[in-house]
């Protein structure tokens, strides 16, 4: 099977707004008033513990459906701990990003916790946003320069 | 400055879609069609890139305001590739998530092109999402049963 490309792509609509076009959707990332943002829309960290529970919660029941049972219900959580001194500029001491990221499943299913384990142990393995945040991914960033002179 | 906590949490409204509580947003995360979806909305690795491009903007204007120039517009267009089969249960040759990430960035801006690059340089070092996806984070998966017997 060959590789699939996906693609966002758009524009800032202020300091801390990011309007981005994903196919017909559209999503808004913001960043709440205590960060200097209007509010509108989950802010950046908050798209990537979404997109993780939700690549989750997609695997999961690829899996249950392989190890031959049903997912009734699945509630999922997933919180991180940044420090935001590096994106501040005020230290250099710590990453940038999240130190840590806990994903919790909450599976309802009538199981042994035995297949549950390897249901567990098989979604780890093979979630796409798990592999990116535990792993090291290639992450090249260009620039385009459209100077004020240019317009 | 002491660390910031982000959570997100939520239930499967079906077998690929996602409904997450970001604080008082509502985050849907599904899959197109051809994947099984309903396609209510972007997929979970969409979710990765706009997350990432929306945390390359608000450091684009922190640093930006730093380096004393105005950001007139930012177009950012976020890339990346990944092969299913992983994910799929079909091979295991190949890691799971995006082999590659590729962000690009057009500023209007009225600046050298060796500010420009400083920027890039400083904005690159200091945004948690690209610090998450390029480096190694730990994450922690566990899972917290509720059999059908327990219901």
Not at 34 to 47: H, I, K, R, S
Not at 119 to 136: A, F, G, T
Request: charged content about 20%.
């Amino acid at each position: 099977m060959s590789d699939l490309q996906f693609s966002v792509a758009g524009v800032r609509t202020s300091a801390t707004q990011f309007k981005a076009k994903a196919r017909q959707f559209t999503l808004v990332v913001d960043e709440p008033e205590d960060f200097g943002g209007t509010n509108e829309d989950a802010n950046p960290v908050e798209y990537i513990l979404a997109g993780f529970a939700g690549c989750t919660n997609v695997i999961g029941h690829i899996v249950a459906k392989e190890l031959g049972f049903t997912l009734n219900n699945l509630h999922i959580e997933v919180s991180g701990t940044l420090n935001p001194q590096r994106l501040l500029g005020t230290s250099f001491d710590q990453r940038a990003g999240f130190k840590a990221i806990n994903l919790n499943l909450t599976p309802e299913a009538d199981v042994s916790e035995e297949t549950l384990a390897k249901w567990l142990q098989i979604v780890e393995d093979r979630c796409p946003v798990k592999d990116n945040l535990q792993n090291s991914t290639p992450v090249n960033v260009t620039v385009a320069a459209k100077t004020a002179c240019a317009l």
